[in-house]
């Protein structure tokens, strides 16, 4: 059972910094690119940023210079830095990685249950 667990989320003032991590737990082999979405109210899950097994990044227009995501391969983990914060930040924040779980041919992309930002004005 491959489960990804969410933690960082929060109440955080307008221009303040909030730190995402996600661990990937479980009977894992290798996990390739890793990502973050969110899904604020009334809107429909946007990709937010994701990182490839090498470190190659990418990020939604309205997040470039303020986030930064990152991964640490050997706790099987990726971190999202959001910087200067701003209101339409709020949502929730779902983590997802492409893996191969360990006895498995194959590759298939596991979601976590989200964690909650919001962002006062």
């Known amino acids: 059972q491959v489960q990804l667990v969410e933690s960082g989320g929060g109440l955080v003032q307008a221009g303040g910094s909030l730190r995402l991590s996600c661990a990937a737990s479980g009977s894992i082999f290798s996990i390739n690119v890793m990502g973050w979405h969110r899904q604020a109210p009334g809107n429909e899950r946007e990709l937010v940023a994701s990182i490839t097994g090498g470190g190659g990044t990418n990020y939604a227009d309205s997040v470039k210079g303020r986030f930064t995501i990152s991964r640490d391969n050997t706790k099987n983990t990726v971190y999202l830095q959001m910087n200067r914060l701003k209101p339409e930040d709020t949502a929730v924040y779902y983590c997802?990685?492409?893996?191969?779980?360990?006895?498995?041919?194959?590759?298939?992309?596991?979601w976590g249950q989200g964690t909650q930002v919001t962002v006062s004005s």
């Open positions: 997802n990685a492409d893996l191969r779980r360990s006895g498995s041919y194959y590759w298939d992309d596991y």
